[in-house]
């Protein structure tokens, strides 16, 4: 079987890219896959790939390539339209509403066409209307799947199936935490929506109280100055690490005790898997979407309501897990048993009995 996956870009450092290239690094034991990035603008992806996946592009965005057609957005649609049409393969699995709605236009009718879906889309006019066309949609979490049901709901049936499976975490085996490091780490893209500014700030309560635990942040983005300018108005500079970007953050996971999740809205929830196959507990707000589908607070972490002083709130769950080292542990190996559920072999298991069950 020939399974073709599409992502916007396989080179970026998103959530999304790291589930999928899992997702096809498992695949390729068993089958034929290939990895098509709309656009190119590295070397190499951000994120590892297993030997056995092809890699392929639309749009090779690199510095000193040469195009027929001009830069923008019609080059793009229109080497996405020809690709498409050209396309060869007996599973495409599209990774955004857009490129979704272009495979149920372009892609041949004998292709089984599954949209994989994390988030809502915001236009949800072209999805309603061109999604009938796709034999299946597949959420990562039973919330955005019941999302899903009700916003492809057609009158008398006729839209595709909407399925629930879980991303994969990368195989095994997986650094393990050994829990005596006092360490908080955090990681992700530094944007408004993942809120580490409400981390620094309940940190500067367990610095205050705490002074020999450190919180390290990896990743980056457009909110590093402002971050870092309140690291500064704090007077945090000696417990908050700014530990910039890295391909192994479950490596780095692995040196922590409490992996912190502050993020608002909804989450794609990767990080969180990540901390937990490290074996490390994860705190995080109930409110945000991707958390609160795998933190069981008491079993592998804790889930901080959303109130007024969620800073303060913040701070006390990370102060009783600082001081409870029996009951950190106690959460490290629900995280552990948590993660197995996500191994890359397993969640490959759950898409072929998926693809079969198409066929």
Same mark, same amino acid.
């Given at each position: 079987m020939k399974v073709s996956l599409v992502l916007t870009s396989a080179y970026a450092m998103r959530g999304d890219v790291r589930a999928t290239l899992n997702l096809a690094t498992a695949l390729a034991e068993r089958h034929e896959v290939e990895v098509i990035s709309i656009r190119r603008q590295k070397e190499k992806p951000f994120f590892p790939v297993g030997p056995k996946v092809v890699m392929r592009s639309v749009v090779d965005a690199r510095p000193g390539v040469r195009h027929l057609l001009p830069r923008g957005q019609v080059r793009t649609e229109v080497a996405l339209w020809r690709m498409l049409r050209n396309l060869r393969c007996d599973v495409l699995i599209t990774t955004r509403p857009g490129l979704?709605? /272009? #495979?149920?236009?372009?892609?041949? %009718?004998? =292709?089984?066409?599954?949209?994989?879906?994390?988030?809502? $889309?915001?236009? $949800?006019? $072209?999805? /309603? %209307? +061109?999604?009938?066309? +796709? /034999? #299946?949609?597949? =959420?990562? =979490?039973?919330? #955005? /799947?019941e999302d899903w049901v009700r916003l492809l709901d057609v009158p008398g049936g006729g839209g595709p199936v909407v399925h629930s499976v879980l991303d994969a975490l990368p195989r095994g085996p997986w650094p393990r935490s050994r829990m005596d490091n006092r360490i908080v780490a955090a990681g992700g893209r530094w944007v408004p929506v993942k809120a580490y500014d409400r981390l620094i700030r309940a940190f500067a309560i367990v610095a205050d109280k705490r002074p020999d635990w450190r919180l390290r942040l990896y990743g980056g983005g457009p909110e590093e100055r402002r971050l870092r300018a309140l690291v500064r108005e704090l007077h945090l500079h000696n417990h908050v690490y700014f530990m910039g970007i890295t391909p192994d953050l479950a490596g780095e996971f692995a040196k922590a005790s409490i992996v912190a999740n502050p993020s608002r809205g909804e989450d794609l929830g990767m990080t969180v898997l990540e901390a937990m196959g490290c074996g490390v507990p994860v705190v995080a707000f109930d409110g945000a979407r991707g958390p609160r589908e795998f933190v069981a607070t008491g079993y592998n972490g804790v889930l901080v309501p959303e109130s007024e002083s969620d800073q303060q709130l913040f701070a006390g769950a990370l102060l009783a897990l600082i001081d409870d080292e029996r009951r950190r542990r106690s959460l490290a190996a629900g995280a552990l048993d948590t993660a197995v559920r996500h191994s890359a072999d397993e969640v490959a298991e759950q898409w072929e009995k998926l693809i079969d069950g198409l066929r």
């Open positions: 979704s709605v /272009q #495979a149920a236009r372009h892609a041949p %009718r004998e =292709t089984i066409k599954i949209a994989r879906e994390w988030g809502r $889309p915001s236009v $949800p006019g $072209p999805v /309603q %209307r +061109l999604y009938p066309r +796709l /034999q #299946a949609v597949v =959420t990562a =979490t039973e919330s #955005a /799947q």
